[in-house]
């Protein structure tokens, strides 16, 4: 059975304040994060950060962007961030898929309005897109380095939300690095192309 992104999360930090009792190398910012827990300051919620793209005619999908501005049904990520104070453990990626039926709309809000309206399905139903590779990079580091869109391919799997990936190492998005979630193909994208990403997890909001 998976562990919970809650326990996997105080796991982490409850290790950091471990290593600092035994005096070796830890993470400051990990152990303050335990002792707000302790203390009442912090608590831990649910958490998820998504981002729907029009992918049509693209080869390479960059998810969340610093033009980005948080819109419900759109996104809710503004310039690529977190908001401030937060720490979240990214324990599962939800990746999915649409083609947008009839014409193309002819303006941004247009295409806004129909972005909201998707109804998303397997990125199995869009060609070419589970051939393709993903990535994920916070903190200025790589936390998943060109993986196989095949991971969210899950149609069938009675034991897993459609689209979901759950992370091998799970990995801590902090609130001052911009984030990056991008999809390269190996050829252009269905030119009515819709995809939507979801990064859930824990994460620390004020008690």
Not at 42 to 71: P, V
């Amino acid at each position: 059975m998976k562990k919970s992104s809650r326990s996997q999360f105080l796991e982490i930090v409850n290790a950091h304040t471990t290593l600092r009792d035994h005096a070796k190398k830890y993470d400051p910012a990990m152990v303050n994060v335990a002792k707000g827990i302790k203390e009442g300051r912090l608590q831990l919620a649910d958490a998820a950060y998504y981002s729907i793209k029009f992918a049509g005619n693209k080869a390479n999908i960059d998810m969340f962007e610093t033009q980005d501005a948080k819109e419900i049904g759109i996104t809710n990520v503004t310039q690529a961030k977190l908001q401030k104070d937060r720490l979240f453990l990214c324990n599962r990626i939800i990746l999915l898929s649409a083609i947008i039926e009839g014409d193309l709309p002819g303006s941004d809000s247009e295409l806004k309005k129909v972005m909201k309206q998707t109804d998303f399905d397997s990125i199995k139903h869009v060609g070419g897109l589970q051939n393709g590779v993903f990535s994920l990079i916070a903190n200025k580091k790589i936390i998943i380095d060109e993986r196989p869109m095949q991971e969210f391919v899950t149609d069938g799997n009675t034991m897993l939300n459609l689209g979901t990936y759950f992370l091998e190492s799970p990995r801590f998005i902090r609130d001052d690095e911009e984030f990056e979630f991008n999809i390269e193909l190996g050829e252009d994208a269905p030119e009515k192309t819709l995809v939507k990403v979801v990064l859930a997890g824990t994460v620390t909001v004020p008690a």
